[in-house]
C-alpha cells in the first residue's frame, strides 16, 4: 500500500511570495496533520484536520492555513514567505482518535530566498 | 507546559556495542508515547507507540520502554544500519482532539563498523 505522499519534494520560493503543499494520506485514513522542521529540531505541529474540519492549530501566524478534501487529501497554504519559514514541511495521517500513531510523508522542503 | 526532552543530542557507538536513549517528559496527563526513526532527508518512520508505565514494545535490535516520567529507547547489539537520528513524542491530554504531538529534539545515533 502506498504510504503519505507530498508533493513536490522541493521547493525554492522569493521572500513575499505564496506557496501551496500537498498531501494524499494513507488509504483509509480521514485525518490529516501537518509539522514544520527546522534542521536539528524535531518536527512542530501546525494543523490537524479530521472529516475536513480543522480540529487544532498550532503556534504559528494567520499567514499558514490548511484545508482537507472531501477525498481527505489536504493542502498546506504560507502567504507573504519570510526566510524564517524555510523548513521541512511534514504531512501526517492516521485513522485518528486517541493514541493512534502519525505515519508522515517524507516532507517538502521549502527554501525561501 | 507540555514538553519533551531527549538525550544525548548525539551518539557514537561501534557496531555491536549496545546502549539506550532517554526521552523525559511533563505533561499533564499521557495518552501515549511514540518512537519514530527519521533518516536524512526522509520523514519520521513509525517504530513504537507506549501508552502506560511499565508497558514494553520490542522491534528486532530495538526495545522502547516507559516509566511515568521517562521512555528508553534500548539498541542491542547496533549495526551501521541503524545509524539515523531517533525522536520522541508524546501526545498528551491537553491536546485536546487534535491527535497533536509534542517532539523532542531527537538523538543522532551514529554506529561505526
Known amino acids: 500500500d502506498a504510504g503519505v505522499t507530498q508533493s513536490p519534494t522541493h521547493l525554492i520560493k522569493t521572500r513575499g511570495q505564496q506557496v501551496t503543499l500537498r498531501c494524499s494520506p494513507i488509504s483509509g485514513h480521514k485525518s490529516v496533520s501537518w509539522y514544520q522542521q527546522v534542521l536539528g529540531q524535531g518536527p512542530q505541529f501546525i494543523f490537524q484536520?479530521?472529516?475536513?474540519?480543522?480540529?487544532g492549530r498550532g503556534n504559528f501566524p494567520d499567514r499558514f492555513s490548511a484545508r482537507q478534501f472531501p477525498n481527505y487529501s489536504s493542502e498546506l497554504n504560507v502567504n507573504a514567505l519570510l526566510l524564517g519559514d524555510s523548513a521541512l514541511y511534514l504531512c501526517a495521517s492516521s485513522l485518528g482518535g486517541t493514541g493512534a500513531p502519525l505515519h508522515f510523508g517524507n516532507g517538502t522542503r521549502l527554501t525561501v530566498t | 507546559e507540555d514538553q519533551v526532552t531527549q538525550s544525548p543530542e548525539a551518539l557514537r557507538l561501534q557496531e555491536g556495542e549496545s546502549s539506550s536513549l532517554n526521552c523525559s517528559y511533563t505533561?499533564?496527563?499521557?495518552?501515549?508515547l511514540f518512537w519514530y526513526r527519521q533518516d536524512p532527508g526522509k520523514g519520521p518512520e513509525f517504530l513504537f507507540t507506549?501508552?502506560?508505565a511499565g508497558e514494553e514494545k520490542e522491534k528486532e535490535r530495538l526495545k522502547a520502554t516507559l516509566t511515568k516520567k521517562e521512555s528508553f529507547l534500548h539498541i542491542t547489539a547496533p549495526k551501521p544500519e541503524d545509524s539515523a537520528t531517533y525522536l520522541c513524542a508524546v501526545q498528551a491530554d491537553g491536546s485536546g482532539n487534535t491527535g497533536k504531538l509534542i517532539f523532542g529534539q531527537g538523538t543522532t545515533l551514529q554506529v561505526k563498523p
Open positions: 505533561v499533564s496527563g499521557l495518552r501515549g
Open positions: 484536520y479530521y472529516e475536513k474540519e480543522e480540529r
Open positions: 507506549l501508552y502506560s
